[in-house]
T-cell receptor, first 109, second 113 residues
Framework: DAKTTQPTSMDCAEGRAANLPCNHS???????VYWYRQIHSQGPQYIIH???NNETNEMASLIITEDRKSSTLILPHATLRDTAVYYC??????????FGQGTRLTINP | EAQVTQNPRYLITVTGKKLTVTCSQN?????MSWYRQDPGLGLRQIYY???????DKGDVPEGYKVSRKEKRNFPLILESPSPNQTSLYFC????????????FGPGTRLLVL
């Protein structure tokens, strides 16, 4: 599975858009980009995933660059409850999930 | 509601006393997996199953057993727990098709004295 690189931490003001970057320069053609988050020892929560095209759901948007070497998760209107560790993972599907250090996102009032 | 459930959510036990942590999913998923999460070590896979009666070791299987007799259930068994198995455990499930999502249970916090 492709290795991903994320910033260790980020801050965002409540109500603003939070943009979380992820580099996955070695991603292979059949690997999807998945985003999960974990709020203080709760079960990891699925957010969104995509292969080539940008994706949007009720939680977030995912922007994948044309060369697929990087992506950005966008939380359009961050709330305090979005404070969590966010993980970007590249994999094909039903496989072992390897969570790196992730990005610790803090939403400030 | 589609979900993965785990029981118990919290458990304190003593060394050597056999225990089972149950995991159940209602999404008809073929793939199920157990992870443990420890500070500084991230999420590590213990065992996984691609379907009924098909199980395989993950990265840290020592001291654990699993079974998959039914599609919806994937119990984790600790025959003789030891203090180094004190951890936060998560069960996950997904369809086996590419691009599908793994869903996680709420976690089981285990303390072995």
């Amino acid at each position: 599975d492709a290795k991903t690189t994320q910033p260790t931490s980020m801050d965002c003001a409540e109500g603003r858009a939070a943009n979380l970057p992820c580099n996955h320069s070695t991603i292979s053609g059949n690997e999807y980009v998945y985003w999960y988050r974990q709020i203080h020892s709760q079960g990891p929560q699925y957010i969104i995933h995509g292969l080539k095209n940008n994706e949007t759901n009720e939680m977030a948007s995912l922007i994948i660059t044309e060369d697929r070497k990087s992506s950005t998760l966008i939380l359009p209107h961050a709330t305090l409850r979005d404070t969590a560790v966010y993980y970007c993972i590249a994999l094909r599907g039903a496989q072992k999930l390897v969570f790196g250090q992730g990005t610790r996102l803090t939403i400030n009032p | 509601e589609a979900q993965v459930t785990q029981n118990p959510r919290y458990l304190i036990t003593v060394t050597g006393k056999k225990l089972t942590v149950t995991c159940s999913q209602n999404m008809n998923h073929e793939y199920m997996s157990w992870y443990r999460q420890d500070p500084g070590l991230g999420l590590r896979q213990i065992y996984y199953s691609m379907n009924v009666e098909v199980t395989d070791k993950g990265d840290v299987p020592e001291g654990y057993k699993v079974s998959r007799k039914e599609k919806r259930n994937f119990p984790l068994i600790l025959e003789s727990p030891s203090p180094n198995q004190t951890s936060l455990y998560f069960c996950a499930s997904s369809s086996i098709f590419a691009g599908e999502t793994q869903y996680f249970g709420p976690g089981t916090r285990l303390l072995v004295l």
